[in-house]
Nanobody, 117 residues
Framework: QVQLVESGGGLVQPGGSLTLSCAAS????????MGWYRQAPGKEREFVAS???????NIADAVKGRFTISRDYAKKTVSLQMTSLTPDDTAVYYC???????????WGQGTQVTVSS
């Protein structure tokens, strides 16, 4: 079965940087897109960034200019480079995969990012 495993979360001070990684495994023949979402306490899950098979990226306005998404489809990995972090970025970050263009059907367990001094 398809599995997504995130890594790289942790505690970082305001203004700091962190890179999240997500590795996909299982019977994957192609990847249409991979993305990152986040959910802060008491809030809805929200879109952060995505990258498709043509390497086109989409970044949420809330993190544009601070976050960068990159992927290595050969290795079935996607990364989220986060800079200039603020306490508002504190959330559980989830990796998601759209394998066939039908939407994000596969999700990781999430990794906690806490921005605090």
């Amino acid at each position: 079965q398809v599995q997504l495993v995130e890594s790289g979360g942790g505690l970082v001070q305001p203004g700091g940087s962190l890179t999240l990684s997500c590795a996909a495994s299982g019977p994957i023949f192609r990847v249409n897109a991979m993305g990152w979402y986040r959910q802060a306490p008491g809030k809805e899950r929200e879109f952060v960034a995505s990258v498709n098979s043509d390497a086109n990226t989409n970044i949420a306005d809330a993190v544009k200019g601070r976050f960068t998404i990159s992927r290595d489809y050969a290795k079935k990995t996607v990364s989220l480079q986060m800079t200039s972090l603020t306490p508002d970025d504190t959330a559980v970050y989830y990796c998601a995969a759209d394998l066939d263009g039908g939407g994000y059907a596969y999700w990781g367990q999430g990794t906690q990012v806490t921005v605090s001094s």
